[in-house]
């Protein structure tokens, strides 16, 4: 799968690529199975529940802008800080900027390919 990657640096760049590129399935494959993402404060999400809310937010056609602010690395487990925003619509249609610092916890597979174990895009104000 060319949106894994091995090396850390550029796990962001390739989940933005598939991110704007609405590619559902690629960016669910950037994540582990048991992996936890909290797209909304407080409402963790994982396996099938979290799938398909990547699905439902793609289809709004989002576009995303992520930067990594800092990476730390250890073994097989990463934390990374970085600083996002997404161009999308509300519920009324009406266009939306969300913006956000986003902690984020990776774990290397035995495949050598980076995922996300936790992705809480909001982690700086939980």
């Known amino acids: 799968m060319s949106n894994l990657t091995s090396d850390v640096e550029k796990h962001t760049a390739l989940y933005e690529a598939a991110f704007n590129a609405g590619d559902v399935d690629a960016v669910n494959a950037m994540y582990?199975?048991?992996a936890v993402a909290v797209w909304e404060p407080g409402k963790?999400?994982?396996g099938?529940?979290?799938k398909d809310s990547v699905k439902e937010f793609l289809a709004l056609k989002p576009k995303m802008s992520a930067k990594?602010?800092?990476t730390f690395v250890?073994?097989?487990t990463a934390l990374l800080i970085v600083d996002w925003s997404i161009a999308t619509v509300d519920e009324s249609?009406?266009?939306e900027l969300l913006t956000g610092v986003g902690v984020d916890v990776l774990r290397k597979g035995d495949?050598?390919?980076w995922r996300y174990a936790i992705d809480d895009p909001y982690g700086e104000q939980n």
């Open 111 to 113: 495949d050598g390919n």
């Open 44 to 46: 963790p999400l994982t």
């Open 68 to 70: 990594p602010r800092q």
């Open 32 to 34: 582990t199975d048991e």
């Open 48 to 50: 099938q529940a979290r």
């Open 74 to 76: 250890t073994g097989d």
């Open 93 to 95: 249609g009406d266009p």
